[in-house]
């Protein structure tokens, strides 16, 4: 099985930075795209951002210049770092990686991390 493990996250005060890790670990021959998405009370689930198995990305347009993603592919793992924090950043934090387990099944899943909360104060 796949297991997908957030680990950063917590409270901030606005203007600052914080870095989120996001590993998976478990049966995975292949990790393609990996992403991060977030959600706050009252609203949608939105993508922050995404790389790609070659390191292209995509950002949303609320953070770009301010967030950074990037993947170690020789540790399974994707970072999301956030700097110049703002109170509507507050969200919990979902990181995505859309795994192919094996190569004998060939299709690939996304899994999910556990979530973590991102709250930026005034």
């Known amino acids: 099985q796949v297991q997908v493990v957030q680990s950063g996250g917590g409270l901030v005060q606005a203007g600052e930075s914080m870095r989120l890790s996001c590993a998976a670990s478990?049966?995975?021959?292949?990790?393609?795209?990996m992403g991060w998405y977030r959600q706050a009370p009252g609203k949608q689930r939105e993508l922050v951002a995404a790389?790609?198995?070659?390191?292209?990305?995509n950002y949303a347009d609320s953070v770009k210049g301010r967030f950074t993603i990037s993947r170690d592919n020789a540790k399974n793992t994707v970072y999301l770092q956030m700097n110049s924090l703002k109170p509507e950043d507050t969200a919990v934090y979902y990181c995505?990686?859309?795994?192919?387990?094996?190569?004998?099944?060939?299709?690939?899943?996304?899994?999910w991390g556990q979530g973590t909360q991102v709250t930026v104060s005034s």
């Open positions: 995505n990686a859309n795994i192919i387990s094996s190569p004998w099944v060939g299709r690939a899943k996304d899994y």
């Open positions: 478990g049966r995975i021959f292949r990790i393609n795209d």
């Open positions: 790389i790609t198995s070659g390191g292209t990305t």
